[in-house]
């Protein structure tokens, strides 16, 4: 990563976690002690080409959120705005994009925009940089990994319509990453388009622009049903003696 660039990210937080089933949105909940935002927002705090955070919330946890970045903005010593958080996804994204556009803070000329999950707590640095890389050399990056299950399509009475080609099929996970003019452009062009995305590299490939996958890693889960807080606490301890043992 020798040429000079930039980063902003883009944390969309604004979701209300229906399949959690918890009574606070799901990313405040702890992970052996810490919120899943915390550990998501982590690899960005740390990043020396991360300029700002954007996370996108709902108005009516703006108040609780703001608790938070205020502390984590302190101890980092980075900037980190919040913006209100729309309907679906994507509307959540537009928006702190649209602050991206407006922030006066950029200094130098490539500029990229990270957007990453509020719920996806176990990125590591690594990841991201690879990601941050990709960008640079591609223009739009999202991460995949190959699936696992057998998956089928079926009708509305359960009823199997066809088995797609597994091996061409990816999950698809964030950050996903992409420069700052290609995003803001593609987001503009399908405003009013009435398609619900749900993720960015979705509305570049609508606007006909290459996207770029990269191998992302199962451990790079979303919280999603409360099964996934288990599985995440564990990979989580399973890092943490890793690390010890490395001392
Ligand atoms: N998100 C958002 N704005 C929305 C919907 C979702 O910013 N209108 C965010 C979520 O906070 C989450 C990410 O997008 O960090 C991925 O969404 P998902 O995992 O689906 O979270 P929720 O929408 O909260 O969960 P559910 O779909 O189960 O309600
Ligand atoms: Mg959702």
Avoid at 113 to 134: C, G, I, K, M, Y
């Amino acid at each position: 990563m020798e040429e000079p660039f930039e980063a902003g990210a883009i944390i969309p937080a604004a979701g209300s976690g229906r399949r959690m089933n918890a009574p606070t949105n799901k990313i405040l909940l702890p992970l052996l002690g810490v919120s899943i935002l915390e550990r998501a927002l982590d690899a960005f705090l740390n990043s020396e080409f991360v300029k700002i955070l954007v996370l996108a919330v709902k108005p009516s946890e703006k108040r609780i959120f703001e608790a938070q970045t205020n502390r984590l903005a302190a101890a980092f010593n980075k900037e980190i705005a919040l913006v209100n958080g729309g309907a679906e996804r994507w509307e959540s994204v537009a928006n702190a994009l649209e602050y991206l556009r407006r922030w006066t803070g950029w200094k130098r000329r490539k500029r990229l925009v990270a957007v990453h999950d509020a719920a996806r707590p176990l990125l590591t640095r690594e990841l991201l940089n690879q990601s941050l890389a990709a960008g640079l050399e591609y223009g739009a990056v999202g991460l995949g990994v190959p699936l696992k299950d057998t998956i089928k399509r079926v009708d509305d009475d359960g009823m199997v319509v066809d088995t797609p080609d597994r091996s061409s099929l990816r999950a698809i996970q964030t950050p996903q990453v992409f420069e700052l003019d290609l995003l803001l452009d593609c987001y503009q062009r399908v405003k009013g388009s009435g398609i619900n995305f749900t993720d960015d590299c979705g509305v570049v490939e609508y606007c006909g622009r290459p996207v770029k996958l990269i191998l992302g890693s199962y451990e790079n889960l979303k919280i999603t049903t409360p099964e996934d807080l288990a599985l995440a606490e564990a990979i989580l301890r399973r890092r943490e003696n890793a690390d010890r043992s490395r001392l």
